[in-house]
């Protein structure tokens, strides 16, 4: 089944560790997208990608990096920089500017 | 920052009653599209209306835009117990071509 994969669904970590969240896509998507949930809010963007090899900031990249070696791959490294970490973290795919579709998520605490 | 913002931030309503909820947003759209979140899960596409169109249906919803006002309302007829969701509403920026969600409306259908 064509689809996002996101992983692994609950993630705990340390004050001052690096994370890595994994996201992937077997739907030929050009476009992929990470954002930020926290309890009862919107979704803030991180990053997004249009492109394999490219990539741009949203309106919260501080603190996060990720890379696009792949078209079907899009990991977000939630860095020890993030004062905040704890959140629900959600990527999405899109041929571009369409409908988005998303992963169910990764749910990221720290201890 | 959000680019959109919904309105009521919350709503409860009767089984069977209709339920609208409101969208604003700021700058030059492509699009508006309408989301679905279950609680704890990813979002799920509801519909997409461009920036050319003024109505738009599926099934028991129904979408307006008027990007005079940067403005859009998603109603939904003769709600269910199922329909018990938060609703998001997302914008594809003109130029900076990223998909910005608002705030979200919290929608309770009361058996």
């Known amino acids: 089944d064509g689809g996002i994969t996101q992983s692994p669904k609950y993630l705990f970590r340390k004050e001052g560790q690096n994370v890595t969240l994994s996201c992937e896509q077997n739907?030929?998507?050009?476009?992929m997208y990470w954002y930020r949930q926290d309890p009862g809010q919107g979704l803030r963007l991180i990053y997004y990608?249009?492109?394999?090899?490219?990539?741009q900031k949203g309106d919260i990249a501080e603190g996060y990096s990720v890379s696009r070696e792949k078209k079907e791959s899009f990991p977000l490294t939630v860095t020890s920089a993030q004062k905040n970490p704890t959140a629900f973290y959600l990527c999405?795919?899109?041929?571009?500017?369409?409908?988005?579709?998303f992963g169910e998520g990764s749910r990221l605490t720290v201890l | 920052s959000q680019q959109g913002e919904e309105d009521p931030q919350a709503l409860s309503i009767q089984e069977g009653e209709n339920a609208t909820m409101n969208c604003s947003y700021k700058?030059?759209?492509?699009?508006l599209q309408w989301y679905r979140q279950n609680s704890g899960r990813g979002l799920v596409h509801l519909i997409l209306i461009r920036s050319n169109e003024r109505e738009k249906h599926s099934g028991r919803l129904r979408v307006t835009l008027d990007t005079s006002k940067k403005s859009s309302s998603l109603l939904i007829t003769a709600s269910r117990a199922a329909d018990t969701a938060s609703y998001f509403c997302?914008?594809?920026?003109?130029?900076?071509?990223?998909?910005?969600f608002g705030s979200g409306t919290r929608l309770s259908i009361r058996p």
């Open positions: 997302a914008t594809d920026y003109s130029s900076a071509s990223k998909i910005i």
């Open positions: 700058t030059s759209i492509n699009n």
């Open positions: 999405a795919s899109s041929i571009w500017a369409g409908e988005l579709f």
């Open positions: 990608s249009q492109i394999v090899n490219d990539f």
């Open positions: 739907l030929n998507h050009d476009a």
